[in-house]
């Protein structure tokens, strides 16, 4: 079976290459990354600037698919550049290149909100040249997201408990759904869940504050969660779902016992896993080698699950590129398990839910905006 690993939203005939504009004060860097994207086939940098003023000028003339935005840069950065790329080129997705940092991190969630689709690590001017994974990050997130269409939507105000002195906050891209057979969907397990796992990639922290803020509050399992992100940004991500939700919510620790009501997320670095111990679970950390190129990655996390709580796991994969979720998936649904993904429609990118979905495992094929109570209905025993 293929799975699908790339966003399959194209425009009819592809008429033109992925367009990129780069924005970074480095000049070397700026070549590096050209250099490296236009040896792809269907991609050409059509603009490469050193600043986002110099960048929103171009970008009033100049057609552009993917924009690689720097975050510090003399003149006007990144960040303050975000809301005017918006009005300017509401179809150009922005990825924001961020050090590993706890201020990169920061900031470059703080960018996920503002409207950027996600990010690539930056590296030093020292290491650019031989860094093959910067490389196979940079090209598959370019042509992942270089063909998605946006809705070029008016950006909305922020909601929830970081509304106040916010900055506004962009919706999530809605995209038009794939012509073809629906995927096969299998009946959901009829025992109650008594454990939550979500997988997600890009666009994921969006989708899940969306998802985990709409939870009923009577909802109280353990949610053990997989984002695709390096060490630290998966603090703060834990941080930011708790100021978002009103739930405890923590990186997962080697050891720790699972608590009803807590959601965990898995550090960036390590894989995380969770075993059950006379009845009760305990999260388990790896630094075994990544699969489908990531650490942590989802499948380790539903395979776990699968093992520890069989047909009470209930499994949910969201945006993002690649397949990885797919083979846990598989796992959980023949332990007997409910699987659930996200809708193409709602996805900024149906790789990761697609691939779940072509498994013929998934019990149900769910909008953005309806997960959160669906995951309170099976919680409850309401959904089948």
């Known amino acids: 079976m293929t799975l699908p690993t790339r966003a399959t939203h194209e425009a009819p005939g592809e008429p033109h290459p ?29 603009a490469s600037v050193s600043n986002a003023q110099l960048a929103l000028n171009q970008l009033a003339r100049t057609p552009v698919d993917v924009m690689i935005l720097d975050i510090e840069m003399p003149v006007l950065d990144g960040l303050s550049a975000l809301p005017k790329i918006r009005q300017i080129a509401p179809q150009t ?7 590993l940092t706890t201020r990169g991190g920061e900031i470059s969630l703080e960018a996920l909100r503002l409207g950027a689709i996600d990010f690539v690590p930056k590296p030093t001017v020292g290491s650019i040249f031989g860094a093959e994974d910067f490389k196979r990050e940079l090209v598959n997130k370019v042509t992942a997201l270089g063909r998605v269409r946006l809705p070029g939507a008016p950006v909305a ?24 057979p ?24 969006q989708a ?20 695709h992100m390096p060490p630290t940004f998966t603090r703060l991500l834990a941080d930011q779902i708790a100021r978002a939700t009103g739930r405890p919510a923590c990186e997962g620790v080697d050891g720790m016992p699972l608590a009803p009501g807590r959601i965990y997320v898995a550090p960036g670095g390590s894989h995380m896993c969770v075993e059950r111990h006379d009845g009760h679970g305990v999260i388990r950390l790896n ?6 190129f990531c650490r942590p990655a989802v499948d380790p996390l539903f395979r776990s699950l699968a093992l520890a709580y069989g047909s009470s796991a209930l499994v949910l994969v969201l945006t993002g590129m690649g397949s990885d979720g797919a083979r846990g998936a598989e796992a959980v649904a023949h332990a007997g398990g409910t699987v659930l993904a996200q809708d193409e429609a709602t996805s900024v990118v ?3 839910p697609g691939a779940a979905a072509a498994t013929g ?23 089948r």
């Not at 629906?182 to 997988?199: C, D, F, Q």
């Open 18 to 46: 992925i367009r990129v504009m780069i924005v970074d004060d480095s000049a070397v860097i700026r070549g590096v990354e050209t250099r490296i994207l236009e040896a792809e086939p269907d991609v050409k940098v059509v």
């Open 93 to 99: 997705k922005v990825i924001m290149a961020s050090t």
């Open 157 to 180: 105000p922020a909601t929830g408990p970081q509304a106040h002195g916010s900055a506004p906050r962009p919706p999530l891209p809605t995209l038009p759904a794939l012509c073809g």
């Open 182 to 205: 629906p995927p096969k969907l299998r009946p959901a397990s009829g025992v109650v869940p008594t454990i939550i796992g979500i997988g997600s990639s890009t666009g994921g922290p």
């Open 208 to 227: 899940l504050q969306t998802t985990l803020a709409a939870l009923p509050a009577s909802m109280q399992l353990p949610i053990v969660i997989v984002q």
């Open 287 to 292: 630094t075994n080698p990544p699969e489908n």
């Open 350 to 352: 149906w790789g990761m």
């Open 361 to 383: 495992m998934v019990s149900a094929l769910l909008p953005l905006g309806e997960i959160g109570q669906r995951l309170g209905d099976y919680a409850a025993g309401r959904a």
